[in-house]
């Protein structure tokens, strides 16, 4: 059961529950909560999240910056970047 206490939350906010790294573009499932991109990271046709109101395919997350969201599918086009998981 996922910890949601205040501190569980600050422990997973700070990768606590591992992540996976993301070179190529085959797209990985999973349970993620952030994108953060080593390299400036495109987002491809495989990922999918709770961000509604536009595509996400061909959006560039800069280098450093980090995509927060519910996301269950990610692949990149282009970049590096570090998923962090959920507890699960």
Known sequence: MPDNSPQ???IQSMGGA?????????PVTGHYFG???LTATTLAAG?????????LV???IPEGATMF???TGVQISAGT????NYFN
Do not use: H, K, R
């Open 8 to 10: 569980g939350q600050l």
């Open 69 to 71: 969201g519910d996301f």
């Open 18 to 26: 591992g992540g996976q790294y993301l070179t190529a573009t085959t």
């Open 47 to 55: 990922t999918l999240g709770n961000i509604s109101g536009a595509t």
């Open 35 to 37: 994108i953060q991109a």
């Open 58 to 60: 061909g959006a560039v």
């Open 81 to 84: 970047a570090i998923l962090y």
